[in-house]
């Protein structure tokens, strides 16, 4: 069973920057899509990145290009979020997620951290 533990969400003035943590246990980490999606409240779940399992392919929704970037650590079974020049609207849970094989919709979810932006 896959299990995914988030850490590094928190309060930010716009402009700042946090780094999202996701620690993957029960399955081989190269074998897994990581990804990170959010969801604000009243708003449906919208993917933010993933990344491939060898992390050689990255996907990103359009409003993060540029200001998140993803990466995965093979050796620690870590995935990363850097988020960068955040804003209010960058508001709400981060949920880590992971996906067996190639990437799409996840199989497995983390319970989410909370990241607020305040302008």
């Known amino acids: 069973q896959v299990q995914l533990v988030e850490s590094g969400g928190g309060s930010v003035q716009a402009g700042g920057s946090l780094r999202l943590s996701c620690a993957v246990s029960?399955?081989?980490?190269?074998?897994?899509?990581m990804g990170w999606f959010r969801q604000a409240p009243g708003k449906e779940r919208e993917r933010v990145a993933q990344?491939?399992?060898?992390?050689?392919?990255?996907y990103y929704a359009d409003s993060m290009k540029g200001r998140f970037i993803i990466s995965r650590a093979l050796s620690e079974s870590t995935g990363y979020l850097q988020m960068n020049d955040l804003n209010p609207e960058d508001t709400a849970m981060y949920y880590c997620?992971?996906?067996?094989?190639?990437?799409?919709?996840?199989?497995?979810w983390g319970q989410g951290t909370q990241v607020t932006v305040s302008s």
């Open positions: 029960g399955y081989t980490f190269a074998r897994l899509c």
């Open positions: 990344i491939s399992g060898d992390g050689g392919t990255t």
């Open positions: 997620a992971a996906k067996i094989g190639t990437c799409g919709w996840p199989n497995y």
